[in-house]
């Protein structure tokens, strides 16, 4: 069983749509980053967060200790923001990064 | 801003040949770490180094070394390429992990190795 679990793996939606990217883990953590991979591109973080919710433009980022769940929303979502989003996992026991496998997200015009 | 830079953002090299790849950040980032992306297999840790001379295998380490004689510096050695080597190869860095300063993680574009 993966210690982190995206969901989904594959979003199509249409330019102007709502997203919602879920991600669970099963480990202690200290801190969770998201990021993201445009085609061919290196990967750049979007948030680190360790409680509560964080807002950049047209992204936030939740998280739920409680629940080991966190969520990245995209609102209006547009074309360029296609990519691989990806979460991963700080654990608080030793700060060994545990990666999820990524949701690739299609926008179409 | 903190920067990444890979040396190479392509190689082609044949079987038995010996790779190096070469990651420089400008930020004082204690932590480095190299990553192979793989399609359906996401980021696997290769090593992650937390301070000059330091390294520590991460997932997969077979078939790789690593330096890091100097801060800024961390380099990914293949000594003897093969084809299963053939990836995309990920640097990264970050401030020390502890406590409550977690280290956002900033990457370079990555480099991708073809292995003939």
């Known amino acids: 069983k993966n210690e982190v679990e995206q969901s989904p793996q594959n979003l199509t939606a249409q330019e102007g749509e709502f997203i919602t990217i879920n991600c669970s883990y099963s480990?202690?953590?200290?801190?969770l980053h998201w990021l993201q991979q445009h085609p061919g591109g290196g990967i750049v973080s979007l948030f680190m967060?360790?409680?509560?919710?964080k807002k950049h433009g047209r992204l936030i980022a939740t998280i739920n200790i409680q629940e080991k769940h966190s969520s990245l929303h995209i609102t209006a979502s547009h074309p360029r923001d296609s990519a691989v989003y990806i979460c991963?996992?700080?654990?608080?026991?030793?700060?060994?990064?545990?990666w999820g496998a990524g949701t690739k997200l299609i926008i179409k015009p | 801003d903190v920067k990444v830079t890979q040396s190479s953002r392509y190689l082609v090299k044949r079987t038995g040949e010996k790779v190096f790849l070469e990651c420089v950040q400008d930020?004082?980032?204690?932590?480095m770490f190299w990553y192979r992306q793989d399609p359906g297999l996401g980021l696997r840790l290769i090593y992650f180094?937390?301070?000059?001379?330091?390294?520590e295998k991460g997932d997969i380490p077979e078939g790789y070394s690593v330096s890091r004689e100097k801060k800024e510096r961390f380099s990914l050695i293949l000594e003897s390429a093969s084809t299963n080597q053939t990836s995309m190869y990920l640097c990264?860095?970050?401030?020390?992990?502890?406590?409550?300063?977690?280290?956002?993680?900033?990457f370079g574009e990555g480099s991708r190795l073809t292995v003939l």
């Open positions: 990264a860095s970050s401030l020390e992990f502890s406590g409550a300063n977690t280290g956002e993680l900033f």
């Open positions: 930020m004082d980032h204690e932590n």
């Open positions: 180094s937390y301070d000059v001379k330091m390294k």
């Open positions: 480990v202690g953590i200290s801190a």
């Open positions: 967060l360790s409680s509560g919710k």
């Open positions: 991963a996992v700080l654990m608080d026991s030793n700060y060994q990064l545990i």
